[in-house]
């Protein structure tokens, strides 16, 4: 099979080094891919918004299977558009990709479909979502409905804060029209965590729970990010309460979008926060969690052809979804600024050493290739050390050992990434 991954991040490497393990496949291309899967597969310089491009290139190369990694082509409608072709695409058509490409639309769903979230209100008015904020108070949430790079949702902690975020969203359009209509919410307290399920439109595969680190600092602290590590499992999900969470979290959403015509196939991720009442789900995402996707892929042992294949066919309840008992931890080697500005362009150096490391797998995110040197950084979030485990604390041993052997010029990262997991466990 000829496969083409869509995106450019570290999900998108570890994407392609997993795929390329089926026997199935023959020839990965990436779209626009980055350093890490020039290795793999042959990378294209498509943008992953460009739909009409990436529907060419699927025909032309005469592409067996379209793997979206970001959210952004998805609620473009690649999906759809490639399904016109006969292509088939894993990941879900623009109506159900809305359960991430806009926050007014999942909150009502997830509202109709009894899934619990914080409670919410809708607004395309400046002035009646201020008299809202000054009515609830503080703390608040204020998210953009729209897609926003990461960047649409502050927790405000005073009512002149919530209200500079509504002005910022709604009158100087920070966010273009993403920030046209707001959701205002209640603010949940506890510890997070991913936990991703492939669906087929019906029928649901679980994936062991996971927990990203958003802060760019230790302990969670400063700015967030794209996510600085990740680890699975998560031990505030236990495996003993995966069925009843997705019963909670899953099933409500795949029945109803199925209702209303508009089946999900793809991956669905639901992020949790634990609150003292129990899960509460802060958000859909429609596709793999950067950079829970990579410890996950580590773990998976059954072919991922074989599970996206089921998920467009219908027939995931065919398939016996196998993860390895082990625990995996990647830690995120970030351009100093990361999430504000970078440099760019430094030459990395210790990539093979690192994979050399037992149970060690570097996954690349904003790297590039480069004619002497390798590989350059060409992003924020730079590379994904990621590392499998007898437990956690053998893991992050593992992944930190890794982290060790690579250099570029003042690279950052997180020296806490599990430590929630470790008090926990
Ligand atoms: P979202 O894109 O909705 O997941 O929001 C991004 C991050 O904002 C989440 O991972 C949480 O850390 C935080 N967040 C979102 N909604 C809430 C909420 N209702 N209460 C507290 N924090 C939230
Ligand atoms: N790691 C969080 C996300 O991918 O949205």
């Given at each position: ?12 490497h ?13 020839t ?7 350093g890490?899967?020039?290795e ?7 943008k ?16 067996d299977l379209?793997?979206a990694?970001?959210e952004?082509?998805?609620v473009?409608?690649?999906?759809n558009?490639l399904?016109?072709?006969g292509?088939?695409?894993f990941?879900?058509?623009a ?10 639309f ?13 409670d919410?209100?809708?607004?395309d ?15 608040i949430v204020?998210?953009?409905d729209?897609?926003a790079a990461?960047?649409?949702?502050v ?6 804060e919530a209200?500079?975020t509504?002005?910022?969203m709604m009158?100087?359009?920070?966010f ?6 707001v959701?205002?919410?209640?603010a ?5 965590a ?13 994936l062991?729970?996971?927990?990203d ?9 400063g700015p967030?990010t794209g996510g600085?590590?990740a680890y ?16 909670l979290?899953i099933k409500?959403?795949?029945e109803h ?5 508009e089946p999900?196939?793809?991956?669905l991720?639901?992020?949790l926060?634990?609150?003292?009442n129990?899960p ?7 596709r793999f ?6 410890p996950?892929?580590?773990r998976?042992?059954t ?5 996206m294949?089921?998920c467009i066919?219908?027939t ?7 993860v390895?008992?082990e625990?995996?931890c990647?830690v995120v080697m ?7 500005d970078y440099p760019k362009g430094m030459p ?6 690192a ?6 797998k570097?996954f ?11 590989v350059?950084t060409?992003?924020g979030?730079?590379?994904?050390v990621?590392?499998l ?5 053998h893991?992050i ?15 950052y990262?997180?020296?806490?990434i ?6 926990r466990s």
């Open positions: 099979m000829k496969i083409l991954v869509v995106g450019s991040g570290g999900r998108e570890a994407l392609c080094w997993k795929l390329a393990q089926s026997p199935k496949v023959s990965i291309l990436c779209a626009p891919g980055n890490g899967t020039a793999i597969g042959t990378n294209i310089p498509v992953d918004d460009d739909i009409p491009a990436l529907v060419a290139l699927a025909k032309e190369e005469s592409v379209v793997v990694g970001p952004l082509p998805l473009l409608g690649l999906s558009a399904e016109k072709e292509i088939p695409c990941g879900p058509g109506f159900p990709a809305n359960l991430e490409g806009s926050k007014a999942s909150k009502t769903v997830m509202h109709e479909a009894g899934v619990p979230t914080a919410f209100r809708v607004f008015e400046f002035d009646s979502a201020c008299s809202f904020v000054k009515e609830k108070g503080a703390p204020i998210k953009a729209g897609l990461g960047k649409g949702v927790v405000a902690t005073s009512v002149e209200i500079e509504l002005e910022e009158v100087k359009k920070r273009a029209s993403a920030g046209d209509r959701v205002v919410e209640e949940l307290c506890g510890e997070e991913s936990f991703l399920a492939f669906c087929d439109g019906k029928n649901y595969a679980l062991p729970s996971s927990q680190h958003k802060a760019v600092g230790e302990g969670d602290t967030n600085m590590g699975s499992p998560a031990p505030i999900l236990p495996e003993e309460q995966y069925g009843k969470t997705a019963e979290v409500p959403i795949l979008l199925a209702a209303k015509g999900f196939k793809g991956v991720y639901a992020g926060m634990y609150t003292p129990g509460s789900v802060l958000e859909y995402n429609v969690g950067d950079p829970e996707c990579q996950l892929l580590m998976l042992e072919d991922l052809v074989d599970i294949m089921a066919e219908g995931l309840d065919k398939i016996d979804v196998k390895r008992p625990t995996a990647g970030a351009a100093k600024g990361y999430p504000n990395i150096s210790g990539i093979d050493e994979d050399k490391l037992d149970g060690v570097v690349q995110a904003g790297t590039k290739p480069a004619p002497d040197t390798g350059v060409s992003g979030r730079v590379l994904c990621t590392a485990g007898k437990d956690l604390v893991a041993e593992r992944a930190y050992q890794g982290v060790e052997k690579i250099y570029f010029t003042d690279s990262y997180r020296r806490d599990g430590e929630k997991g470790l008090k």
